[in-house]
């Protein structure tokens, strides 16, 4: 059933957001919805039109930003194909029919089903003066191009733009010329729907300035500071010094979403990012008075989009901040854990291990990707011990059965990686043996803490312990796996902020 989302709040919703759309977000509801889906355009053109290689779905994870011809994509081209409730008009069919034929079923074709479902739902929630931005690279724009002409134009909507993201970040190369813009689509729900391209004049260059002071006598530097932008968005993309950087890859700056959100909507729309990673719709959304919408699939992104409010919202908002955030799919409760840790679209656990990871320690560990030859440390963590050293703390999360090898092995971990610490995080309350062979592995002093009580040098911590009782990390740290926001600087206007 779709639940009508209360007036005057913000959603996080932590989960696939094809399943949130259907069950969570009413139609007509959303007044801009831009996405920046995930596409690994690293291969070569060749590989992924040819599908050479690399739909080994042994290898596939649920989670992970690779598309693999699997049961999900076979699933999903059969409902577009049966339409059985009628959802995509006759055109979306016909073209995902006809894709199939050329692209087969491939690493494309699964991508491309994938968008087809979503932007599906998408138009659906729009508004009909709602306004929707596909953010893409070159490598399957003209594909998705098709599919929203497939669902909007055929059902009285239309396109915009196709804007050209150019940036200078990134190495050159000289074996082609240098792929420097992303693209955006902008298409609406209908013909009547907002812009106002008053908000987004951008200060006009010198050359510019230079040949319409030199060809329009008296013209004064007041008619001559602003022009509005055309479809080439010259945006620096964030380079590593870049101050708003959080440290997640795909990050895109605030500067690009501030147009887009300034341009398609007021203070007080709704504005949805159903793929909003590390929250720079949502943050940009937040600082602009818009309310807003964010889906994410990894807790990683939605454990930092949550630090990323919190930094960049004035100390005396934080608390109408919260008011007004409603959270879903975040376990808060032991059932609500073992759902996430027995999630049968997360094959590899890693959610769950990350989610007890980051909760853990508030954010403050780093997951540990790619298990080599450190076996099953899932995530590490650097604490301060002096004013310039630390020593280093392991995590291992597990969400089936434990016993004394589990601790033994974390033991071992220890010793080869030269860590002082090591956590042990699990569904199963742990045995007495698990408990000796933790205790045979000693206890800790700090040395910035010399007469704190020493420390077990293993902790065994109950998922129980983390969502009942709250038990937390407490430790001085490094390596924050999370940069600051900073926090906002400017105060912002009143009729921008709806619930202050
Ligand atoms: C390219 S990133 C978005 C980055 C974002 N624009 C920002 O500035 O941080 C894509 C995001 O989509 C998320 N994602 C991928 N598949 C998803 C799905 N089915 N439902 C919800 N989120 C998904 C990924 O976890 C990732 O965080």
Not at 5 to 14: K, M, P, S, T, V
Request: hydrophobic letters at 40%; proline letters at 5%.
């Amino acid at each position: 059933m779709l639940m009508p989302l209360a007036d005057a709040n913000n959603y996080l919703f932590y989960g696939d957001n094809l399943e949130i759309l259907r069950q969570r977000i009413p139609d007509d509801s959303v007044d801009l919805c831009y996405i920046d889906p995930p596409f690994n355009s690293k291969r070569t053109y060749f590989q992924i039109y040819n599908r050479i290689g690399f739909d080994d779905v042994a290898q596939a994870q649920a989670f992970i930003d690779t598309w693999v011809w699997g049961p999900e994509a076979d699933q999903g081209v059969q409902e577009i194909l049966d339409n059985a409730q009628g959802r995509f008009p006759p055109q979306t069919v016909a073209l995902i029919q006809g894709l199939r034929d050329v692209l087969g079923a491939g690493g494309l074709m699964a991508y491309l089903v994938h968008m087809t479902l979503r932007i599906t739902e998408i138009h659906r929630v729009l508004k009909p003066t709602g306004s929707f931005y596909l953010h893409c690279d070159p490598t399957a724009s003209h594909y998705l191009k098709l599919i929203l002409d497939a669902v909007f134009c055929s059902q009285g909507g239309d396109f915009q733009n196709e804007i050209i993201w150019h940036y200078q970040t990134g190495g050159v190369s000289k074996k082609w010329f240098g792929r420097k813009h992303d693209i955006i689509f902008w298409y609406t729900k209908s013909d009547t729907y907002q812009f106002y391209p008053d908000r987004i004049k951008i200060p006009r260059t010198d050359e510019v300035l230079r040949r319409i002071q030199s060809g329009t006598p008296g013209a004064t530097r007041a008619t001559t500071l602003t022009k509005f932008p055309d479809d080439v968005f010259d945006i620096q993309a964030l380079n590593a010094m870049a101050a708003e950087r959080l440290g997640y890859p795909t990050q895109k700056p605030e500067a690009l979403l501030e147009r887009i959100i300034q341009a398609s909507s007021n203070p007080g729309d709704t504005v949805l990012d159903a793929y909003c990673g590390c929250g720079t719709t949502v943050a940009v959304a937040q600082r602009l008075g818009r309310r807003w919408i964010g889906i994410d699939i990894t807790y990683q992104a939605i454990s930092l989009i949550l630090k990323r409010l919190d930094d960049s919202t004035p100390a005396n908002q934080r608390a109408a901040l919260h008011d007004h955030l409603i959270m879903h799919g975040v376990p808060h409760d032991l059932a609500s854990a073992q759902a996430l840790a027995h999630d049968p679209r997360d094959k590899t656990r890693k959610e769950f291990e990350k989610w007890a990871i980051l909760t853990y320690t508030n954010n403050r560990a780093r997951i540990q990707h790619k298990k080599g030859a450190d076996g099953g440390i899932d995530g590490v963590a650097a604490f301060l011990t002096g004013p310039s050293h630390s020593a280093k703390a392991l995590f291992q999360v597990k969400s089936g059965h434990v016993n004394r090898a589990t601790v033994a092995t974390l033991r071992g971990d220890m010793a080869r990686e030269q860590a002082e610490l090591g956590i042990l995080l699990t569904l199963q309350k742990p045995t007495k043996p698990m408990i000796q062979e933790a205790a045979a592995a000693g206890s800790y002093i700090h040395p910035l803490f010399p007469s704190r009580q020493p420390e077990p040098r293993i902790r065994l911590v109950t998922i129980e312990e983390l969502v009942d009782q709250h038990v937390r990390w407490m430790m001085p740290m490094t390596h924050d796996a999370v940069k600051s926001a900073q926090t906002a600087n400017k105060s912002l206007k009143d009729e921008q902020i709806r619930w202050s």
